[in-house]
């Protein structure tokens, strides 16, 4: 199938992005912003979406970079996916989320799909979220009152909605440092390699004097957006760990999950055991990652 007609507007800057998404708020058009359209290139075609408009934000050059600040990464909503995958800091400074990156679909995707892009569309089964949420990330998003910054733990609102006002553009990620010594693990089951996750999970934590400390348990693809475990981090937290402290910390989480998805790819009920699976193998590899 064919998109529905749209206008399309490609402006050079950020400050004639923000002036055309307003006017056209202004006059009532519907529109959307395109990134890599990876996402919102198919749902046109499937006419799952009919915006008027299309503001592109291809020509955006300097909302493309990955770069130190202080203790903090900061990486441009338009920078592609295959950059953060490839880029040396991202693998040296946040291993977890250069593991996250190498689950999202295919590398062709991530050739084209921005890193901004993924926080947008906000789907339920995407890695970033779960990753963003994990490692405490800031959101920077730029709309006509100016600059605002979001913790990822409040920008994900439910399924496919984000804090997102439709005439804000997230222009910047930010990924604090880790504690030193932190350990960590992203785990995933999907189908086939490069499918979206049936179920997933993050996780980071400390192991000081054989105790584990601030550990962060985040699920992904069980609910309509990426979503902490405290039930299943309170399990772990200021205890020595061990084998089946992990699988009730996974046990936990799993049943503290209010409505698991349920769909053709996996039942309710397989979703809440991958989740106390996946939490007792992460936080295994997050303890033997830590420098205890
Ligand atoms: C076959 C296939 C498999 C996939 N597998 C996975 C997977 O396993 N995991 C996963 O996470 N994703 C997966 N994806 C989705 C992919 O990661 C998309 O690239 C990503 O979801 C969107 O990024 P994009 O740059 O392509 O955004 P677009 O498709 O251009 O836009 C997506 C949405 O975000 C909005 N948007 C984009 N950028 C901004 C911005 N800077 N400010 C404001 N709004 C913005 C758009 O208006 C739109 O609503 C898959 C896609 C395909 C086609």
């Known amino acids: 199938m064919k998109p529905a007609p749209f206008d399309y507007y490609a402006p050079d800057t950020l400050s004639d992005v923000v002036a055309l998404l307003q006017r056209l708020e202004n006059d009532d058009i519907d529109a959307k912003v395109l990134a890599g359209g990876q996402s919102l290139l198919p749902m046109l075609s499937l006419r ?41 800091l991202v693998q040296r400074r946040q291993p977890l989320l250069h593991a ?40 920077k998003v730029v ?41 960590w693990s992203f785990q995933e089951i999907a189908r086939r390699h490069g499918d979206f996750a049936m179920a997933g999970v993050a996780v980071t934590l400390r192991v000081e004097n054989g105790v584990c400390r601030a550990p962060r348990i985040v699920a ?31 046990h936990a989480g799993a049943a503290a999950l209010e409505e698991p998805s349920s769909d053709v790819h996996a039942s309710a009920d397989y979703r809440r055991q991958l989740v106390a699976v996946l939490v007792a193998r992460g936080l295994a590899e997050a303890v033997a990652r830590s420098a205890a």
Do not use: C, W
């Not at 779960?130 to 405490?136: Q, V």
């Open 48 to 88: 799952v979406a009919r915006p008027e408009a299309l503001v592109d934000l291809r020509k955006l050059a300097d909302l493309n970079y990955i770069r130190e600040e202080g203790d903090t990464l900061a990486i441009g909503a338009m920078t592609t996916k295959s950059a953060v995958e490839d880029s040396p």
């Open 143 to 183: 709309g006509p009152d100016g600059e605002r910054r979001v913790a990822a733990q409040d920008f994900f609102i439910t399924y496919m909605t984000t804090d997102l006002d439709t005439t804000e553009v997230l222009t910047e990620i930010r990924v604090p440092a880790l504690p030193a010594g932190t350990g």
């Open 100 to 139: 996250a990156t190498r689950l999202v679909g295919h590398r062709q995707i991530r050739n084209r799909g921005s890193f901004g892009g993924s926080f947008t569309q906000a789907d339920p089964a995407s890695e970033y979220p779960a990753a963003a949420i994990a490692l405490d990330m800031e959101l």
């Open 220 to 250: 992904f693809g069980v609910g309509a957006t990426a979503l902490r475990l405290p039930e299943a981090e309170q399990v772990v937290d200021g205890k020595a760990l061990d084998s089946a402290l992990f699988q009730e910390a996974g």
